[in-house]
């Protein structure tokens, strides 16, 4: 098969691509290399496989004619290039707009037009839920937890698209969606909750898990908003890469729909316990400012995965204590790149 990975010199695009390419997969990487990190990624990429895929950099924004002519080549089209922020949202809700609603409708049209038959995956958030100020917590002295949702939040919860950022990727996978009971597109799309690995140049405002991780490491500063209780399931990147496979290889079934992807119940850490984890790793004390809770914050979420695994049979398999490892080895292995681009 042929895939055309769109965002693909970011986290999950980077990692999406080797693992195509290494499986021997026909793969044109595409994206606009605007984020830190993404030109770095393009350039392991072409040091690795250098004859074994094709790039093009192409602006979703205005490269319509640009998005028909590869999707046209393909069978499988990821959706993956997005303002991922809440804070950027708020603060340019223009450009959050633009990248997230105005790039996936061309999208949409260009595979509407060159491609119907095209299988095409998009990577949504659980932010679309807003809030979820209706939903009853608890906590044990140690964690929050949902009182009457012990699997987690299904896709029958209600959407409150909440920030900028909640409804561009909202409207998004909306449109989506639509374009599959309008005109047949053969299109899924995944409510990614907390994903985290190898190759993510995480900030204090997106990319948490590895934000700590490189900070821990390096001696940066780590702020905890609130009592960090906070808990949130975690899905490692090659798990995700698993439910894409999946999804694509039981598109009869999964075209369509809206999935919640994320750790799941049995995959869900806090705060403190993933500073706990890099300590007992990076055998040291690791120091933290604490601050108050930021708007909009939800003390817990979890996805309740159930609807995809049932239909796939998929179900995440990498330990959160062991996915953390292969994040600490490729944070220190790239001391050099987690410098030249300010992170550290």
């Given at each position: 098969m042929k895939h055309l990975i769109i965002g693909g010199c970011g986290f999950i695009g980077y990692n999406l691509a080797e693992h195509l390419i290494k499986k021997g997969e026909e793969v044109v990487v595409m994206d606009n290399l605007s984020r830190k990190g993404t030109t770095y990624n393009l350039q392991k990429l072409e040091n690795q496989f250098i004859d074994q895929f094709k790039f093009v950099a192409c602006d979703i924004r205005i490269d319509k004619y640009l998005l028909e002519e590869?999707?046209?080549?393909?069978?499988?089209?990821?959706?993956?290039?997005s303002q991922v922020a809440?804070?950027?949202?708020?603060?340019?809700?223009?450009?959050?707009?633009?990248?997230?609603?105005?790039?996936?409708?061309?999208?949409?049209?260009?595979?509407?037009?060159?491609?119907?038959?095209?299988?095409?995956?998009?990577?949504?958030?659980?932010?679309?839920?807003?809030?979820?100020?209706?939903?009853?917590?608890?906590?044990?002295?140690?964690?929050?937890?949902?009182?009457?949702f012990p699997q987690g939040i299904s896709e029958e919860q209600q959407l409150d698209f909440h920030s900028?950022?909640?409804?561009?990727?909202?409207?998004?996978?909306?449109?989506?969606?639509?374009y599959h009971r309008i005109y047949g597109l053969r299109s899924v799309c995944f409510r990614?909750?907390?994903?985290?690995?190898?190759?993510?140049?995480?900030?204090?405002?997106?990319?948490?898990?590895?934000?700590?991780t490189i900070a821990a490491i390096y001696e940066k500063d780590i702020s905890i908003y609130g009592?960090?209780?906070?808990?949130?399931?975690?899905?490692?990147?090659?798990?995700?890469?698993?439910?894409?496979?999946?999804?694509?290889?039981n598109i009869d079934k999964t075209q369509g729909q809206i999935y919640n992807v994320g750790g799941g119940a049995k995959k869900?850490?806090?705060?403190?316990?993933?500073?706990?984890?890099?300590?007992?790793?990076?055998?040291?004390?690791?120091?933290?400012?604490?601050?108050?809770?930021?708007?909009?914050?939800?003390?817990?979420?979890?996805?309740?995965?159930?609807?995809?695994?049932?239909?796939?049979?998929?179900?995440?398999?990498?330990?959160?204590?062991?996915?953390?490892?292969?994040?600490?080895?490729?944070a220190k292995i790239n001391e050099t790149v987690l410098r030249k681009i300010n992170l550290i």
């Amino acid at each position: 098969m042929k895939h055309l990975i769109i965002g693909g010199c970011g986290f999950i695009g980077y990692n999406l691509a080797e693992h195509l390419i290494k499986k021997g997969e026909e793969v044109v990487v595409m994206d606009n290399l605007s984020r830190k990190g993404t030109t770095y990624n393009l350039q392991k990429l072409e040091n690795q496989f250098i004859d074994q895929f094709k790039f093009v950099a192409c602006d979703i924004r205005i490269d319509k004619y640009l998005l028909e002519e590869y999707i046209a080549q393909v069978n499988v089209v990821y959706h993956l290039a997005s303002q991922v922020a809440v804070t950027t949202s708020v603060t340019n809700p223009q450009l959050d707009f633009e990248i997230n609603i105005l790039g996936t409708f061309n999208i949409l049209e260009a595979v509407r037009v060159a491609n119907p038959n095209v299988i095409m995956l998009y990577a949504s958030t659980n932010k679309v839920y807003g809030g979820m100020e209706s939903i009853k917590i608890a906590n044990n002295g140690e964690v929050y937890y949902y009182e009457d949702f012990p699997q987690g939040i299904s896709e029958e919860q209600q959407l409150d698209f909440h920030s900028p950022y909640g409804c561009s990727k909202g409207a998004a996978e909306q449109y989506i969606r639509d374009y599959h009971r309008i005109y047949g597109l053969r299109s899924v799309c995944f409510r990614q909750s907390c994903i985290y690995g190898p190759n993510q140049f995480g900030i204090e405002d997106q990319g948490w898990v590895a934000w700590f991780t490189i900070a821990a490491i390096y001696e940066k500063d780590i702020s905890i908003y609130g009592d960090g209780m906070q808990v949130r399931d975690v899905l490692h990147v090659k798990d995700l890469l698993a439910a894409y496979e999946f999804a694509v290889k039981n598109i009869d079934k999964t075209q369509g729909q809206i999935y919640n992807v994320g750790g799941g119940a049995k995959k869900t850490s806090s705060l403190i316990n993933l500073l706990s984890i890099l300590e007992e790793k990076l055998d040291k004390k690791i120091p933290f400012n604490t601050a108050d809770w930021r708007p909009g914050d939800q003390p817990v979420y979890i996805s309740d995965i159930q609807k995809f695994s049932k239909i796939t049979g998929w179900k995440p398999k990498i330990k959160f204590f062991d996915g953390i490892e292969s994040l600490i080895k490729w944070a220190k292995i790239n001391e050099t790149v987690l410098r030249k681009i300010n992170l550290i």
